[in-house]
């Protein structure tokens, strides 16, 4: 069994497919190009924002560890080439490597995984390459802004000094990067191309994020296109222009998203889909292959509530991967069920959590649907703490069926889209959720649960659409 | 339309009625025998711990409120006898009222709706009516706690002093009463009859309570059957004795539970399950009645995952049965699904959630089940601020259906337990749980939320159990 890609999801079918079968029963080489294993990128603005100490703790599982449990893992080593037919990867040493790497050659496989995760959109614009200019991917990245922060922050005097960053991007990592950077005490500016931060919201939705970051003293400017870095004589990025400005920076990181990273595979003809993901079945395998499985960032998932498949880049995804490729490359039985399209994030007190469709991926879907956006409170109005939370939901015209639900607010505001998640996993209509048994105490709740709120006002807006009453 | 009670069940079923049909097309009257009207019995605690000011802010809507929306609601005012043939109940006017009161005489309907509450239990045992012995079902109970608190903290020259208190009973409003006295800095033992804290855990769910309120530094006592309070030369209470030993108590308070208030119906020959609350269809009618329904802490619920009815007081429960009752009472049509058994509560950071079956009511309900219990942590574990939470889960044999889930933790432990609720109601096996796709960033969760921890290891114990592999 060959594995391409160290990290989540090849690590954890490694992992999975080791429990299964003994050393003497299959042989599993991983093959890396970088110097980590199984770590979480989605952990580095917190390293960055120094709410985590070390890089260390970001990784779940070293390679000696991972070795240790009898997976062959080659570091450095970059698989070049895939010979579907020969059954066979190529690979060659990137550089010095810390234990075994290697080899520059050919090795052979009965069973491959296919995990090459993504690369971040590196925007073309000039300057992008520039001193001072990172992106936050890997961890390697992560030590590089840090140790860029950490030189500049330091005055002659022994100070301590506020820079000036720009972040490229207001989606998940840009808002996280920002959090990061204003509790590090400097000035952040974000630039985002479209009209609202964080377009995996709805536009109402994503104005409330502009607003509470905008609270967070956050300069969020959208609609603004990156046309260049500008960088001074020492090569050091200066400035960031946009078709209506110029903003200066000590330090930029760009959070404009991903790509995924599968050059290799299509180079060997294996099946992508529109956003150039691999395509897979249900238990993982690559389209119209026996024993070739792919997983992580690289594929397309199969979306629930479009029944489509799209690109849907997460860690907790990619662990799920593994589990199934290692199951069935294991010889056992297991099958990846697809995502309802669930996703969290926060920046300082502010807690960003969505499920299911936007009204853009609605619509482009063919689905016709209403949407309701309520304002309620985190816990019994008069429990202190109580916090304001907007929750939007859609539901399908005529069969009330939940679509999606969005939810912006502060504690307890993330999280609470589970409840959505699980609703639309089961295919639930929104009447359906009004009746749902929901946890209820003050410190924890309002007597009406602020989903269910959004539920019967979208029972309501279902029924009148459909010409009934509003009983 | 006649109702009797005026807490959530009855004055929620009167607002819904009333938005449905304006005065013209239907009168409603509202008989309370209290003062009060739609106040959260469970914001009780709170209000005496301090975190909640004035009694008025647990008051969702005043009489005046009601009235001025077209319900013409009395207090102070008893039903005495519901005649059921004759459409009629009978009232009498307890005592001096402020605003409508009365009539002392019998009043016609055309619907009813008995919303007639629960009454505490309180034992039999001598001096349970001693002054400093308090109830906490009523605001006047409330009132009457913290009046006496008030009154035994002052010290002469103007300081504070610490009591000694004793709560019976360690449920939910035994441990939450118990974190109210420790905020006022009181010390605080809880005698509980049964081995563990928490009867509504299994015993080692209880356990983990027990050991979390003590590290609050809260005696809790099990196995503790009270026998006596002790009352001084001045009437008031002043220890509790319990078959082992004597706990002194400047004040007690009792927290045993509540049964369903429903001697006025059953006098009426209205039908009753085994806990004596009201049986009902799925509209809340009463059953074998067309125009009588009932709602609320009076009645037994359907437990969709033992499929039979129980006695399950709570507010959330009362505030969907009002709207349900009042949707039919008005004309419209709208059902109860009934329950999952779902409840959160906490003691200070200490956070308690439920769902389902415990392992008990699985074998009372004829159900074979396995049971794990994992701990994970709250959020990312390299994340700050991450806590141990302990999942556990109860599964059918064989079909893998979930049957439970209890959850003990500290931030965000509580209302975790909506997701297995939701999967609860949707008949979902722990292995579509794997599947979930939950919401994961490091600052909410592990990249394997501590629920599909859980559901995963249920399902290697559901399939060796079957007989299967752990694949």
């Not at 989540?8 to 991983?30: H, K, P, Y």
């Not at 599982?61 to 080659?74: A, F």
């Not at 080439?81 to 190529?90: A, T």
Request: glycine content about 14%.
């Amino acid at each position: 069994m060959v594995i391409i890609g160290g990290d989540a999801a090849g690590m954890s079918a490694a992992s999975q497919a080791r429990r299964l079968r003994n050393e003497d029963e299959l042989e599993i080489v991983a093959f890396e190009r970088g110097t980590f294993t199984s770590y979480s990128a989605c952990g580095i603005p917190y390293w960055v924002g120094g709410e985590v100490d070390s890089r260390d703790e970001l990784i779940a599982r070293t390679p000696e560890e991972h070795r240790k449990r009898g997976i062959d893992l080659r570091l450095h080593t970059e698989v070049t080439e895939i010979d579907v037919d020969g059954r066979r990867v190529r690979t060659r040493t990137v550089d010095g490597a810390e234990g075994p790497s290697g080899p520059d050659g050919w090795t052979h496989f009965d069973k491959l995984v296919v995990a090459t995760g993504a690369r971040p959109v590196r925007p073309p614009f000039p300057g992008v390459d520039a001193d001072g200019v990172h992106g936050v991917q890997s961890l390697t990245d992560g030590q590089s802004v840090l140790d860029d922060l950490a030189a500049l922050e330091r005055t002659d005097d022994g100070g301590r000094r506020t820079l000036r960053t720009v972040v490229v991007g207001a989606g998940y990592i840009g808002v996280e990067m920002s959090e990061a950077l204003i509790r590090r005490g400097h000035r952040v500016t974000v630039l985002e191309q479209a009209e609202q931060p964080m377009s995996m919201l709805d536009p109402d939705m994503g104005a409330l994020v502009r607003e509470g970051m905008s609270g967070l003293g956050i300069e969020v400017v959208t609609g603004a296109a990156v046309r260049e870095i500008l960088t001074g004589a020492d090569g050091r990025a200066r400035a960031v222009v946009t078709d209506d400005g110029e903003y200066a920076a000590d330090v930029v990181v760009l959070g404009i998203g991903v790509r995924p990273e599968t050059s290799l595979a299509r180079a060997a003809g294996l099946p992508v889909g529109e956003s150039g993901g691999l395509l897979t079945d249900l238990g993982m395998r690559v389209l119209g292959q026996r024993d070739i499985w792919a997983g992580g960032d690289c594929v397309e998932v199969f979306d629930r509530v479009a029944r489509r498949t799209r690109h849907l880049p997460l860690g907790t995804h990619a662990n799920k991967h593994g589990q199934v490729i290692g199951t069935n490359a294991g010889g056992g039985y297991a099958t990846f069920p697809g995502v309802v399209g669930t996703a969290v994030s926060k920046v300082c007190d502010l807690e960003i959590g969505r499920t299911g469709l936007l009204e853009r991926q609605a619509a482009e879907a063919g689905l016709r649907y209403v949407t309701v956006t309520v304002e309620s409170t985190s816990r019994a109005g008069y429990y202190p703490g109580a916090q304001a939370m907007h929750v939007k939901m859609l539901a399908e015209e005529r069969t009330g069926r939940l679509l999606g639900t969005q939810i912006v607010g502060r504690e307890g505001a993330g999280k609470r889209v589970d409840i959505a998640a699980v609703a639309l996993t089961a295919g639930m209509t929104v009447e359906e959720m009004t009746g749902l048994d929901l946890g209820y105490a003050p410190p924890f709740s309002p007597v009406w649960d602020p989903v269910l709120v959004a539920a019967r006002k979208a029972v309501s807006k279902v029924r009148a659409r459909s010409g009934g009453g509003s009983a």
